[in-house]
């Protein structure tokens, strides 16, 4: 399997954010997430509010800005466990890419205002949260959301960074 993560940063936002911090959270949210069963790879594009509202219509039929997406490469991970038997082979050959994660930098800029926190905390949470959806993780029921904050702290702290607005 490829530990390789990939981010593309649009041109206007690229001296706003480190991509060394978005590679690491990603990084970190796979491996916590997985309990270092996966080591696939994840591609993370940060983009603007048009690009987002596109993709969110075009893949959820939802018309409207959301601050971040994630598109599992494939169906094999819930809440951060297989949920086919594989062998180690089988991982490594045919599932090597995690999935996508796509990011509004304007979102992520309102919403660090908002919640009074830096970017950099609003970006990692972003990551953290798109990669932990690739993992198989959600919130749509309570029991689901309470873990999914659970692991985003975790993620978070290992950058010293305490998100209190989850």
Do not use: C, P
């Given at each position: 399997m490829s530990s390789?993560?990939?981010?593309?940063?649009?041109?206007?936002?690229?001296?706003?954010?480190?991509?060394?911090?978005?590679?690491?959270?990603?990084?970190?949210?796979?491996?916590?997430g997985s309990k270092n069963l996966c080591s696939d790879s994840i591609a993370i594009q940060v983009t603007n509010d048009k690009n987002l509202k596109k993709f969110n219509y075009?893949?959820?039929?939802?018309?409207?800005?959301?601050?971040?997406l994630a598109f599992p490469y494939n169906e094999i991970w819930k809440?951060?466990?297989?949920?086919?038997?594989?062998?180690?082979?089988?991982?490594?050959?045919?599932?090597?890419?995690?999935?996508?994660?796509?990011?509004?930098?304007p979102q992520a800029q309102k919403q660090s205002k908002l919640y009074q926190h830096s970017i950099e905390i609003e970006m990692a949470t972003l990551v953290a949260h798109g990669a932990l959806h690739l993992l198989g993780f959600d919130h749509f029921e309570p029991n689901e959301n309470i873990l999914m904050k659970e692991k985003t702290l975790m993620i978070l702290?290992?950058?010293?960074?305490?998100?209190k607005t989850l």
């Open positions: 390789n993560i990939t981010v593309q940063i649009n041109q206007e936002y690229k001296s706003k954010i480190s991509k060394k911090l978005l590679i690491d959270v990603a990084k970190i949210a796979r491996d916590l075009l893949y959820l039929k939802e018309n409207t800005v959301t601050d971040v809440e951060g466990k297989l949920l086919k038997d594989l062998t180690k082979d089988t991982l490594d050959n045919e599932y090597n890419h995690l999935g996508d994660i796509i990011v509004s930098f702290k290992q950058f010293n960074f305490d998100n």
